[in-house]
């Protein structure tokens, strides 16, 4: 830890905290306006149905009511992350493709009779046969679910680096698996919420979201109305985790209802549409064929993904390739092979999700340990030898600059006394391991970079002014931290402006774990250019070169005599009389191959760097039962630096739930296109009690070019918990998972049919 | 969510309840502390005119000894029941049974006669409106064929209170006044056995009473779930012990729970007893976890709380 | 349809209100009352969010009904500070950092606060079986855990 830092490594109270405590925080559904109206959408009973007749005219006549719209209100535009994706109207014309997609709304003076409306929506619909399961999709002769994709496939991503058939004909041992796991839902505890304010032309938009810029320009497209007209403001978001990275039908629906009726309208998903229409989370199959040296070194891996997408194409290209990214970020992989096929389904529609592609990184890392016990070589072992270091390149071409994945896996170890209970399972009981690299932030064009302002008031407090987006993981706070360590001026005295389209610039927001790397960066850049100023102006004063002069506690101080000081606020006030008041901004855009595309050129520089973790689970069996406990369970994360320490075991502790605890509670259950589990009951969010004991270890490896040398905070153990869940269970039961999650039943088939190692 | 449209009343006095629901014609449904009842009606799984608060009724509130006899009123919370001396001395299977029911704050609203006369529930059933709407009503919701099982006579909805299956084992009775006056029965005859109306309880009959034998017992109760709160059991098994003699109730597989009375503990016996209860379960896929699984956990149950019950006595 | 009328007492402030009789405490505190510190995540009973106090017992005031509770004495999030001085579990709260999104938050300081004021050191086993009532998904609950211990000790 640097010692010379005042605040930023240290342990302290979030901004946004003392609002939440009072409940005095405001979300998205908490918002009152003036004559505002209440949205209900009707949705579709059907998993596949053309549309015949939207019929609203009933509905507006009863009383109460001020808005009808259907899709036939919207501009036939279809919105997607990328060209090539564009296939999603939000409100469809054409026809509906999964149970629960929104097809009409309604704004009226309150739910009741918005309710009783809907009711009086008639809509005519010839159903079309469905497909639900992605292989039966892929086959020839199932329903079309685009007609420009065939066999509904979406998105194929293919990279082939070396020459894996050679690499696997020469391999000691090659063994194949499939992996499979049931999509999760994100679970945020808000419920998806819109607020639009149409008035004089211009649309105010609030919900919770993970970006507002794009949010704003996919509005501002699919309403036809110049981006400058579409505002999203900043509101507390109740938890995303990639489930409000996108645009939304509800936003769309919001906008329409408000444009319609002149007012304000609030759009408030139940639970079950939050389940049912928003986002959810892509069941994967995943294949992993893996050939490894006598001596346990990777030679080759060869893969072949299936994503099940659901209706629409959403971040399909990311989404298809991340799980396959954060494993090569990770690992060296001489000769690789990846086929990765997102596909269409009449499910709903799959997302991007911090803990992504679970069936792929816990099936690969469990299998490394299979092939590994063959080789008399322990987890641990196999994971160093095969990790990768500072200074290599990955095989698709992203070099790695800071890297302390050797540090987490030794540290991890140590804490748990790794080798020996590894080698001392028993059937009730076993250790696993798992690890992970995430990348900080990914291309994303010129969106990729964040820029930040900053003024100084007065009275030597500081506002700044930054796109970045806070979901809950405490990015507001962050920000303020380095602003508060650069200017010398305490958390406090530091306002925020952020996240509000009409007044910040551009930022990559908050889903592409870009948020310390480039959003605090950019804080960093623009404050530390308001430092130069207020330094010369106090060395001017004090009569002292500008190296002398150190900013701390709202002083400005000669570091050598630091008696020898004067107010910060009245170096502001100089300036100010010398008409140039102390403003700055900075930018900060990371080093990324811009040439790189998910599906067109899968090389080049991922990001600006990566961080690396290490988990460690212990589990212990029911052997009558097959119920999984987790008593306890560590975690080692190389985050480069911890700006808040304890925020960001805060996020490695949400992690152990939402990654490592869910392996053995967390999945969708269907019923064909009926989402069987869209409620807080019966989808099992894991609760106090259902928790391990849990040790987080941070790690720091100084990233050179991170604020501070920091990188992401927390998002490996997102991405390796289940890993380590997964890896416990075989040790304990000496045979591989076929499917997440590892519900007791499925634990105690395992234990029944123990799969052996083949070779 | 909202609610529909109902008219409120608190009523002071089980007749005043009565009265209230022959005014209503039948269409009233009554309430304690709601904590089943008013996500049913956020779920429009019932439409009542009424709902009868039954909370001011302060005689349904106490708990009794009388004649060798623990009289609970049906508005005790379970957190009070549980808290209560003479239960965990003489009853732990119920003990334990209050203390695994859903969560500590729903057990301070919920009271012990809601938990008793709760609905039955299905992964197909308890959803809104809409969703019901988009899957097709069953027999439960007055349609002609079950979600869960293609060509089903009957509905295979599971009774999930965690308490029956333990008074069951208690040899507890239910008090009942409603009509035609007052009735005492035995808590395993209010059930049906059919899932679609699960219990036999006539239309305005209040639950006012649980009777249980106050004799000291040994016991335990037994539930399998994912997460260790909040949920409702998958399958559960009490036991509760006396003189030699035991009484094991299953719950959570189909519509009502199902007793077994062991009259010499010897292992042959337990053994018999774990394969009959295992051979009558019939559970369905209409929970998070597989219907075979659950099938199998019965047994699995049945034994691991009786070798329990006789090695700890359910301490 | 006709109305009810009750009177509550919320936050020591007295309420007469003519509420609707299928009404939720819950709709009656955020859209009447603008108390919007109780929150509606699941709305079945299931998450927790919307725990306030009701004659100091912690409810889901979305399963219970505004007519029910006439005449009771009702404490929400925003009722906790006193004299501008914060509740020793909200102190204990930001300080442990147990707040990440803060959408469970309320209901979890008031089921905490219902443990705390009848029983004030709870141990942590106790503190684990009664916040297993309300669910988080951000924090993983041990910062929680810690909170309520420290706010205990206060």
């Known amino acids: ?759 | ?315 | 349809m006709k109305t009810v009328k009750v009177t509550i007492q919320v936050n020591n402030e007295e309420n007469v209100l003519q509420v609707k009789p299928y009404e939720t405490l819950l709709e009656t505190l955020r859209e009447r009352l603008a108390l919007t510190g109780a929150k509606e995540s699941c709305g079945m009973g299931a998450c927790g969010a919307c725990t306030v106090l009701v004659n100091g017992i912690p409810l889901r005031s979305c399963l219970v009904l505004t007519a029910e509770v006439d005449g009771a004495d009702i404490t929400t999030i925003e009722g906790l500070m006193k004299d501008g001085k914060l509740h020793p579990l909200q102190e204990a709260f930001m300080e442990k950092g147990a707040v990440q999104c803060g959408f469970c938050t309320s209901g979890m300081i008031m089921t905490a606060k219902a443990l705390l004021d009848r029983n004030k050191r709870p141990t942590k086993k106790e503190i684990v079986r009664t916040i297993s009532s309300n669910i988080c998904r951000c924090t993983g609950y041990k910062k929680i855990i810690e909170a309520v211990e420290e706010a205990g000790k206060k």
């Open chain 1, 1 to 759: 830890m640097n010692t010379d830092l005042n605040i930023v490594g240290k342990r302290v109270v979030r901004s946004d905290s003392l609002a939440k405590v009072t409940g005095e925080a405001r979300y998205t559904a908490d918002l009152r306006l003036p004559n505002m109206l209440v949205g209900k959408v009707l949705r579709s009973p059907y998993p596949h149905a053309r549309i015949v007749r939207i019929d609203l005219t009933r509905a507006l006549k009863v009383p109460g009511v001020k808005a009808a719209v259907s899709g036939f209100d919207a501009y036939g535009i279809k919105w997607g992350v990328f060209r090539y994706t564009q296939d999603h109207a939000m409100l469809p014309t054409d026809k509906v493709r999964y149970i629960g997609e929104d097809v009409a709304a309604v704004a009226a003076i309150d739910e009741e009779t918005a309710l009783e409306a809907l009711s009086h929506i008639k809509v005519d619909y010839e159903t079309l046969p469905a497909v639900f399961d992605p292989i039966e999709s892929m086959k020839d002769g199932a329903p079309q679910i685009h007609d420009e994709h065939k066999n509904n496939i979406n998105i194929h991503v293919h990279i082939d680096v070396g020459e894996v058939d050679k690499a696997m004909r020469e391999a000691f041992i090659v063994r194949e698996d499939t992996f499979k796991a049931a999509g999760e839902a994100y679970a945020m505890m808000e419920p998806y919420a819109v607020v639009a304010s149409y008035k004089n032309g211009f649309l105010d938009l609030w919900m919770p979201n993970a970006g507002p810029h794009v949010r704003a320009k996919a509005l501002s497209n699919l309403l036809k109305m110049p981006l400058n007209k579409v505002r999203v403001r900043h509101i507390n978001s109740g938890g995303a985790f990639g489930g409000r990275s996108e645009v939304a039908p509800a936003d769309l629906v919001a906008s329409l209802l408000s444009i319609k009726a002149g007012r304000p309208v609030k759009l408030v998903l139940s639970r079950e549409e939050n389940a049912t229409s928003s986002r959810q989370i892509h069941d994967i199959i995943a294949t992993i064929k893996t050939g490894m040296k006598k001596d346990g070194t990777i030679v080759a891996k060869d893969y072949k993904v299936i994503y099940n997408g659901g209706a629409y194409s959403s971040t399909g290209p990311i989404a298809t390739s991340i799980p396959f990214y954060v494993y090569e970020e990770c690992y060296r992989f001489p000769n690789v092979r990846y086929n990765g096929y997102r596909v269409f389904t009449n499910k709903g529609i799959r997302g991007m999700y911090g803990c992504h592609g679970r069936a792929f990184l816990a099936g690969n890392e469990a299998q490394m340990d299979l092939m590994a016990r063959e080789l008399g070589i322990d987890p641990a072992e196999i994971r160093l030898k095969n990790g990768l270091t500072p200074g290599e390149v990955t095989a698709t071409k992203s070099k790695i600059t800071s890297c302390g994945l050797k540090e987490t896996i030794e540290t991890a170890s140590e804490r748990t006394d790794f080798k020996k209970q590894w080698a001392k399972r028993s059937r009730n009981k076993g250790i696993g391991m798992g690890c992970v690299a995430i990348m900080c932030g990914f291309p994303m064009g010129f969106r990729s970079g964040s820029s930040c302002y900053v003024k100084i008031n007065d009275d030597g407090q500081v506002t700044i002014v930054t796109g970045l987006v806070d979901n809950g993981q405490g990015n507001e706070s962050m920000v303020i931290q380095v602003a508060s360590e650069v200017l010398g001026i305490p958390m406090g005295d530091i306002n925020l402006v952020c996240a509000d389209t009409e007044v910040t610039n551009l930022d990559p927001g908050s889903y592409s774990q870009a948020a310390a790397f480039v959003g605090a960066n950019a804080v960093k850049v623009a404050c530390e250019n308001a430092r130069k100023r207020i330094v010369a102006i106090a060395a001017e004063k004090l009569g002292v070169a500008e190296t002398d002069i150190g900013l701390k506690d709202r002083m400005a101080y000669v570091v050598k005599e630091p008696d020898k000081k004067m107010p910060i606020s009245w170096v502001v006030r100089e300036a100010f009389f010398r008409g140039d008041p102390i403003v700055a901004t900075g930018s900060f855009f990371p080093n990324i191959d811009f040439e790189r595309e998910w599906v067109s050129r899968p090389w080049g520089q991922m990001a600006g760097t990566f961080s690396f973790g290490t988990s460690v689970a212990e589990v212990t069996i029911d052997p009558e039962t097959g119920k999984v406990t987790i008593p306890r369970f560590t975690a080692a994360h190389d985050c480069g630096c911890p700006i808040n320490p304890m925020a960001v075991e805060g996020q490695m502790e949400g992690s152990i739930l939402q990654a490592g605890v869910a392996t053995i509670t967390e999945g969708n259950l269907w019923d064909k296109g009926h989402l069987l589990n869209p409620d807080l009951l019966e989808y099992k969010v894991p609760l106090a009690c259902d928790m391990p004991e849990m040790d987080t270890i941070i790690v720091s490896s100084r990233d050179p070019a991170g604020p501070f040398g920091a990188k992401e905070g927390g998002l490996t153990v997102r991405m390796n918990a289940y890993s380590a869940v997964a890896c416990a269970v075989a040790n304990a039961t000496g045979a591989l998972f076929e499917e997440l999650p590892l519900t007791p039943d499925r634990v105690l088939k395992i234990m029944e049919t123990k799969k052996g190692v083949k070779k």
């Open chain 2, 1 to 315: 969510m909202i609610l529909p449209q109902f008219e409120y009343h608190k009523v002071q006095s089980v007749a005043g309840a009565i009265a209230l629901y022959r005014k209503y014609k039948g269409k009233a449904r009554y309430c304690a502390g709601g904590t089943d009842l008013i996500p049913l009606l956020k779920q429009r799984l019932s439409a009542p005119a009424a709902v009868i608060d039954l909370k001011g009724i302060d005689e349904l509130k106490t708990i009794t000894r009388r004649k060798g006899v623990l009289i609970i009123g049906a508005n005790v919370t379970l957190f009070d029941l549980k808290n209560d001396p003479i239960v965990r001395e003489h009853f732990p299977a119920l003990f334990q049974s209050l203390d695994a029911t859903s969560c500590e704050t729903l057990q301070m609203r919920g009271t012990i006669g809601g938990n008793i006369l709760q609905d039955t529930r299905c992964i197909q059933y308890n959803k809104s409106l809409e969703w019901r709407t988009s899957r097709g009503f069953c027999f439960k919701m007055g349609g002609k064929a079950c979600n869960v099982v293609l060509n089903a006579q009957a509905c295979f909805s599971n009774y999930c209170s965690d308490n029956a299956p333990a008074l069951i084992t208690l040899s507890a009775k239910v008090r009942l006044k409603g009509l035609k006056g007052e009735r005492t029965v035995d808590l395993e005859k209010i059930f049906s056995g059919n899932g679609k109306a699960p219990f036999t309880v006539e239309p305005g009959e209040v639950l006012t009473a649980i009777l249980i034998p106050l004799k000291k017992t040994e016991g335990v109760y037994e539930k399998l779930r994912v997460r260790d709160s909040m949920d409702y059991p998958l399958v559960d098994a009490a036991v509760s012990m006396a003189g030699g003699k035991a009484r094991v109730c299953i719950g959570g597989i189909g519509p009502a729970p199902r007793l077994y009375v062991i009259k010499n503990m010897d292992e042959n016996t337990i053994r018999d007893t774990a394969d009959k209860a295992y051979a009558d379960a019939k559970p369905v896929a209409n929970t998070t976890i597989s219907a075979a699984y659950r099938k199998k956990m019965v047994s699995t149950l049945v034994k691991r709380a009786i070798k329990r019950v006789l090695k700890e006595g359910g301490r």
